[in-house]
C-alpha cells in the first residue's frame, strides 16, 4: 500500500509538472503572438511614421481622417535628406510624440537671434513655429545666452493673465578679459554656465513666448565684440547645453560652430480642443478631469481616463495598462 501510494503521488506530480510546462507553453505562444503583431498606433490605412518618427494618432498626416483637428503635421518628402516630420510653419523639426507626457520634441535649427544683426538693441518674435500652432512651451527648457556683455529676456503677451510679468526667463553674460587673443571662453570641467561669456536661465513654468529682448550692458564698441565671439540666444531642452563638447564649439573664438551644434531640441506640450467642449477657466498648470461627454468623444479605448487643462483635452491609459488610448482597444493590459 505504501509502494502503491507513492506510485500515485508520484503520478499526480507528473501530471501537475505537465500541466505546469503547457501553461508556460501557452503563455509564451501568446507572448510571441503579441510580439509579432504589435498593437497598431493609428488609425487603419493611416501612415504612422515619418522618416524614423513614429506618429501615433491623434497627429497625422496625409488625408483629414487620418489625424485629429489641429494636430496635422507634414512629413516633407522633397528634398535629397531622408523624409523629414515638420511642425507648424515648417521651422520645427518633430524628434519624438509621447502620448503619455503629452509632449512634441521638436529641434529648431540656429540661434533665435542674428548674431550679426546684434549692432543695437534687438527685440526678437520667437514662438510663432508652435503658439500659433496651439502648443505651449514645456518648463522642461531653458533660456540660454552665449556672448559679451548682454542680457537676454524671454517674454510673453502680457495678456496671458493677472499677475504676469511679461518676462518667462532671462540672464546676463559678461566677458572680463582683457588678453582677446585666446582660444576660447568656455568655462572650467565641471562648471555650471553661471555668467562668464554665457549663461543659463531656466523656464519656471509651462508658458507662451511671443519674443525675446536682447540689450547690451556696455556702451562699448560691439562690433568688437561681435567679431571676437558671436552671439547665440536658444530656448533648449534642459540638459542640452551642459554637454561639455557642443558648449566648446559654441564659445570658440577660433570657429564657427557646425550646423549640427546648432540643432536645438525643445520641449512642447500640446492638447485636443477642436470637437470638443469649450476649456473650463482653471488656474495656470493645473487640470481636472473631463466631463463624461468629452471622454467619450475623445479617449476611444476602454481603461483609459481623460482630463482637461488650459491647453485642452489628453487622455491615458489607466495603471496596468499601456498603449493609445485615443483608438478603440488601444490600451493593453
Not at 38 to 46: D, M, N, Q, R, S
Not at 155 to 171: A, F, Q, T, Y
Request: glycine share 10%; with cysteine.
Amino acid at each position: 500500500r505504501v509502494i502503491s501510494s507513492r506510485q500515485e503521488n508520484n503520478t499526480r506530480s507528473m501530471a501537475i509538472a505537465s500541466a505546469a510546462v503547457v501553461l508556460v507553453l501557452a503563455f509564451a505562444a501568446a507572448a510571441a503572438a503579441a510580439a509579432e503583431s504589435p498593437a497598431p498606433i493609428g488609425l487603419a490605412g493611416c501612415s504612422t511614421s515619418c522618416g524614423d518618427v513614429s506618429v501615433p494618432y491623434p497627429f497625422g498626416f496625409g488625408p483629414p481622417r487620418c489625424y485629429w483637428p489641429g494636430l496635422n503635421l507634414t512629413c516633407d518628402t522633397s528634398g535629397p535628406q531622408p523624409p523629414r516630420l515638420l511642425l507648424g510653419d515648417g521651422t520645427l523639426r518633430v524628434a519624438a510624440i509621447s502620448l503619455r507626457n503629452a509632449t512634441v520634441r521638436v529641434v529648431r535649427a540656429g540661434s533665435i537671434v542674428d548674431s550679426a544683426s546684434v549692432t543695437s538693441d534687438r527685440n526678437v518674435s520667437f514662438g510663432g513655429g508652435f503658439v500659433d500652432a496651439g502648443y505651449m512651451l514645456s518648463n522642461g527648457n531653458e533660456l540660454v545666452l552665449s556672448g559679451c556683455n548682454l542680457l537676454a529676456t524671454l517674454v510673453e503677451d502680457l495678456r496671458v493673465g493677472p499677475g504676469r510679468s511679461g518676462i518667462i526667463s532671462g540672464c546676463a553674460s559678461f566677458c572680463s578679459f582683457r588678453n582677446k587673443k585666446v582660444d576660447s571662453v568656455g568655462q572650467l570641467a565641471g562648471k555650471y554656465c553661471s555668467g562668464m561669456a554665457c549663461c543659463q536661465a531656466p523656464i519656471n513654468y509651462h508658458s507662451s513666448p511671443t519674443g525675446v529682448h536682447l540689450r547690451w550692458l556696455d556702451a562699448g564698441n560691439h562690433s568688437e565684440a561681435l567679431t571676437f565671439l558671436p552671439t547665440y540666444v536658444f530656448v533648449a531642452e534642459e540638459g542640452w547645453f551642459d554637454r561639455r563638447p557642443l558648449a566648446d564649439e559654441l564659445l570658440s573664438v577660433k570657429q564657427s560652430p557646425s550646423e549640427a551644434a546648432l540643432e536645438v531640441p525643445l520641449v512642447l506640450l500640446w492638447g485636443v480642443k477642436q470637437g470638443l467642449p469649450p476649456l473650463p477657466s482653471l488656474t495656470a498648470n493645473t487640470s481636472t478631469a473631463c466631463s463624461d461627454d468629452a471622454h467619450r468623444r475623445l479617449c476611444k479605448s476602454d481603461h483609459s481616463v481623460c482630463a482637461v487643462g488650459n491647453l485642452g483635452y489628453t487622455c491615458q491609459c489607466q495603471g496596468g495598462y499601456d498603449g493609445n488610448p485615443y483608438l478603440t482597444h488601444g490600451c493593453q493590459g
